[in-house]
Protein backbone atom coordinates (compact mmCIF):
# COMPACT_ATOMS: atom_id res chain seq x y z
CA UNK A 1 0.00 0.00 0.00
CA UNK A 2 2.04 3.24 -0.78
CA UNK A 3 2.48 5.68 1.81
CA UNK A 4 4.45 8.95 2.72
CA UNK A 5 7.50 8.35 3.84
CA UNK A 6 9.94 11.09 5.64
CA UNK A 7 12.99 11.24 6.67
CA UNK A 8 15.11 11.49 9.15
CA UNK A 9 13.01 10.11 11.63
CA UNK A 10 15.10 11.77 14.27
CA UNK A 11 17.02 14.94 13.59
CA UNK A 12 19.25 16.44 16.78
CA UNK A 13 20.44 20.29 15.39
CA UNK A 14 21.94 22.91 17.17
CA UNK A 15 20.34 26.06 17.78
CA UNK A 16 20.45 28.82 14.66
CA UNK A 17 21.18 26.01 12.28
CA UNK A 18 19.47 25.05 9.25
CA UNK A 19 17.44 21.91 9.12
CA UNK A 20 15.79 20.49 5.99
CA UNK A 21 13.37 17.87 6.22
CA UNK A 22 12.42 15.38 3.81
CA UNK A 23 9.02 13.64 2.97
CA UNK A 24 8.42 11.82 -0.35
CA UNK A 25 4.44 11.83 -1.21
CA UNK A 26 2.29 9.00 -2.38
CA UNK A 27 3.29 9.46 -6.20
CA UNK A 28 -0.17 10.56 -7.41
CA UNK A 29 -1.15 13.42 -4.94
CA UNK A 30 -1.46 16.73 -5.70
CA UNK A 31 -1.28 18.82 -2.44
CA UNK A 32 0.73 18.60 -0.03
CA UNK A 33 1.59 19.41 3.71
CA UNK A 34 3.10 20.06 6.66
CA UNK A 35 2.29 19.99 10.04
CA UNK A 36 3.77 20.12 13.63
CA UNK A 37 3.03 18.66 17.24
CA UNK A 38 4.92 19.96 20.02
CA UNK A 39 5.58 17.09 22.55
CA UNK A 40 2.03 17.21 24.47
CA UNK A 41 0.13 19.56 22.32
CA UNK A 42 -1.79 19.56 19.32
CA UNK A 43 -0.96 18.78 16.18
CA UNK A 44 -0.93 22.70 14.27
CA UNK A 45 -1.08 22.91 11.06
CA UNK A 46 1.70 25.34 9.22
CA UNK A 47 1.35 25.18 5.39
CA UNK A 48 -0.70 23.68 2.68
CA UNK A 49 1.59 23.14 -1.38
CA UNK A 50 -0.50 22.93 -4.47
CA UNK A 51 0.30 23.27 -8.16
CA UNK A 52 4.52 24.42 -7.07
CA UNK A 53 3.03 26.89 -5.02
CA UNK A 54 2.18 27.52 -1.25
CA UNK A 55 -2.04 27.82 -1.00
CA UNK A 56 -1.83 28.43 2.74
CA UNK A 57 -0.18 29.00 5.27
CA UNK A 58 -0.33 29.53 9.35
CA UNK A 59 0.56 32.04 11.55
CA UNK A 60 3.34 29.59 12.45
CA UNK A 61 5.12 29.55 8.80
CA UNK A 62 7.01 32.66 9.25
CA UNK A 63 10.28 33.68 7.25
CA UNK A 64 12.31 30.93 8.90
CA UNK A 65 10.29 28.52 7.11
CA UNK A 66 9.87 27.59 3.20
CA UNK A 67 9.15 24.49 1.46
CA UNK A 68 9.77 22.63 -2.03
CA UNK A 69 8.80 20.34 -3.99
CA UNK A 70 12.37 19.97 -6.01
CA UNK A 71 12.24 17.36 -8.03
CA UNK A 72 9.03 16.29 -8.58
CA UNK A 73 8.66 13.52 -5.59
CA UNK A 74 10.46 14.95 -2.58
CA UNK A 75 8.70 17.76 -0.69
CA UNK A 76 11.01 19.19 2.11
CA UNK A 77 10.78 22.10 4.72
CA UNK A 78 13.51 24.18 5.25
CA UNK A 79 14.07 26.03 8.65
CA UNK A 80 16.79 28.65 8.34
CA UNK A 81 17.57 29.11 11.77
CA UNK A 82 16.29 26.70 14.25
CA UNK A 83 15.31 27.81 17.39
CA UNK A 84 14.80 25.60 20.48
CA UNK A 85 11.08 25.97 19.96
CA UNK A 86 11.00 24.43 17.19
CA UNK A 87 11.44 21.34 18.66
CA UNK A 88 8.86 19.24 17.50
CA UNK A 89 7.55 16.18 15.31
CA UNK A 90 6.71 17.52 12.20
CA UNK A 91 4.29 15.39 10.14
CA UNK A 92 4.40 15.72 5.99
CA UNK A 93 0.83 14.55 4.41
CA UNK A 94 -0.63 14.35 0.87
CA UNK A 95 -3.93 13.85 -0.68
CA UNK A 96 -5.45 13.55 -4.45
CA UNK A 97 -7.88 16.23 -3.07
CA UNK A 98 -8.53 18.10 -0.27
CA UNK A 99 -10.28 15.60 1.47
CA UNK A 100 -8.44 12.65 3.62
CA UNK A 101 -4.54 13.23 4.19
CA UNK A 102 -2.48 10.27 4.08
CA UNK A 103 0.20 11.08 6.91
CA UNK A 104 3.99 10.25 7.26
CA UNK A 105 5.47 8.97 10.56
CA UNK A 106 6.99 12.37 11.56
CA UNK A 107 10.19 13.74 11.83
CA UNK A 108 11.48 14.11 15.53
CA UNK A 109 13.26 17.49 15.15
CA UNK A 110 15.05 17.94 18.43
CA UNK A 111 16.99 21.66 18.59
CA UNK A 112 19.81 22.08 21.34
CA UNK B 1 -13.42 26.36 22.73
CA UNK B 2 -11.50 25.62 20.01
CA UNK B 3 -12.10 24.09 16.57
CA UNK B 4 -11.96 20.52 16.96
CA UNK B 5 -12.07 20.28 20.69
CA UNK B 6 -12.15 16.25 22.38
CA UNK B 7 -13.77 15.70 25.41
CA UNK B 8 -12.74 13.49 28.23
CA UNK B 9 -9.06 14.61 27.55
CA UNK B 10 -8.00 11.21 29.07
CA UNK B 11 -10.14 7.57 29.53
CA UNK B 12 -9.46 4.37 30.99
CA UNK B 13 -11.33 1.66 30.69
CA UNK B 14 -10.81 -2.32 30.57
CA UNK B 15 -10.77 -4.26 27.68
CA UNK B 16 -13.94 -5.97 26.62
CA UNK B 17 -15.89 -1.98 27.59
CA UNK B 18 -16.73 0.23 25.04
CA UNK B 19 -14.77 3.67 24.57
CA UNK B 20 -16.82 7.26 23.63
CA UNK B 21 -14.94 10.50 23.25
CA UNK B 22 -16.55 13.65 21.71
CA UNK B 23 -15.06 16.29 19.22
CA UNK B 24 -16.81 19.74 19.22
CA UNK B 25 -16.19 22.45 16.32
CA UNK B 26 -16.66 25.91 15.41
CA UNK B 27 -16.84 27.10 11.96
CA UNK B 28 -18.89 24.61 8.64
CA UNK B 29 -16.79 22.05 7.54
CA UNK B 30 -16.35 19.49 4.65
CA UNK B 31 -16.01 16.29 6.64
CA UNK B 32 -14.67 15.32 9.84
CA UNK B 33 -12.17 12.66 10.13
CA UNK B 34 -10.70 10.98 13.22
CA UNK B 35 -7.05 9.69 13.51
CA UNK B 36 -5.38 7.33 16.10
CA UNK B 37 -1.69 8.26 17.30
CA UNK B 38 0.05 5.82 19.57
CA UNK B 39 2.84 7.68 21.91
CA UNK B 40 5.57 8.97 20.08
CA UNK B 41 4.52 7.63 16.33
CA UNK B 42 2.72 8.62 13.18
CA UNK B 43 -0.91 10.24 12.47
CA UNK B 44 -2.99 6.79 11.80
CA UNK B 45 -6.30 7.65 10.24
CA UNK B 46 -9.32 6.12 11.16
CA UNK B 47 -12.55 7.71 9.87
CA UNK B 48 -13.77 10.56 7.43
CA UNK B 49 -17.48 11.24 7.74
CA UNK B 50 -18.77 13.82 5.39
CA UNK B 51 -20.77 16.82 6.51
CA UNK B 52 -23.83 15.58 4.78
CA UNK B 53 -23.45 11.95 6.26
CA UNK B 54 -24.32 11.30 10.06
CA UNK B 55 -23.46 8.04 11.19
CA UNK B 56 -20.39 5.70 9.86
CA UNK B 57 -18.82 2.36 10.85
CA UNK B 58 -16.01 0.44 10.32
CA UNK B 59 -15.19 -2.00 12.22
CA UNK B 60 -15.23 -1.73 15.84
CA UNK B 61 -15.36 1.93 14.87
CA UNK B 62 -18.57 4.45 14.82
CA UNK B 63 -18.80 7.63 14.07
CA UNK B 64 -21.73 9.85 14.58
CA UNK B 65 -21.84 13.80 13.10
CA UNK B 66 -24.57 16.54 14.47
CA UNK B 67 -24.16 19.35 12.47
CA UNK B 68 -26.35 21.78 14.11
CA UNK B 69 -24.33 21.01 17.31
CA UNK B 70 -21.15 20.94 15.95
CA UNK B 71 -19.99 17.96 17.03
CA UNK B 72 -19.20 14.17 16.61
CA UNK B 73 -18.13 11.60 18.75
CA UNK B 74 -15.94 8.39 18.45
CA UNK B 75 -17.04 5.54 19.61
CA UNK B 76 -14.81 2.14 19.87
CA UNK B 77 -16.44 -0.90 20.82
CA UNK B 78 -15.42 -3.90 22.61
CA UNK B 79 -11.68 -2.59 23.17
CA UNK B 80 -8.58 -4.76 23.17
CA UNK B 81 -5.20 -3.69 25.36
CA UNK B 82 -3.91 -2.17 21.36
CA UNK B 83 -6.26 0.66 21.12
CA UNK B 84 -4.28 2.15 23.58
CA UNK B 85 -3.71 5.62 21.79
CA UNK B 86 -4.60 9.02 21.44
CA UNK B 87 -7.05 9.53 19.62
CA UNK B 88 -7.61 12.77 17.48
CA UNK B 89 -10.81 14.53 16.04
CA UNK B 90 -9.88 16.80 12.63
CA UNK B 91 -11.83 19.42 11.01
CA UNK B 92 -11.73 20.17 7.14
CA UNK B 93 -13.17 23.64 6.73
CA UNK B 94 -15.38 24.40 3.60
CA UNK B 95 -13.29 27.28 2.35
CA UNK B 96 -9.67 25.46 2.88
CA UNK B 97 -7.32 23.98 0.92
CA UNK B 98 -7.29 20.80 2.52
CA UNK B 99 -6.24 22.37 6.07
CA UNK B 100 -6.92 19.97 9.16
CA UNK B 101 -7.23 21.55 12.24
CA UNK B 102 -6.53 19.18 14.82
CA UNK B 103 -8.11 18.73 18.76
CA UNK B 104 -6.30 18.30 21.79
CA UNK B 105 -6.86 14.56 21.74
CA UNK B 106 -8.40 12.02 23.67
CA UNK B 107 -5.84 9.85 25.52
CA UNK B 108 -7.53 6.34 26.07
CA UNK B 109 -5.65 3.62 28.30
CA UNK B 110 -7.38 0.04 27.76
CA UNK B 111 -6.08 -2.18 30.63
CA UNK B 112 -6.02 -5.95 30.05
Known amino acids: EPEVTQTPSHQVTQMGQEVILRCVPI?????FYWYRQILGQKVEFLVS????????KSEIFDDQFSVERPDGSNFTLKIRSTKLEDSAMYFC??????????FGQGTRLTVV | SQQGEEDPQALSIQEGENATMNCSYK?????LQWYRQNSGRGLVHLIL?????REKHSGRLRVTLDTSKKSSSLLITASRAADTASYFC????????????FGAGTQVVVTP
Open chain 1, 93 to 102: ASTPSPAEAF
Open chain 1, 27 to 31: SNHLY
Open chain 1, 49 to 56: FYNNEISE
Open chain 2, 27 to 31: TSINN
Open chain 2, 49 to 53: IRSNE
Open chain 2, 90 to 101: ATLQTDSWGKLQ
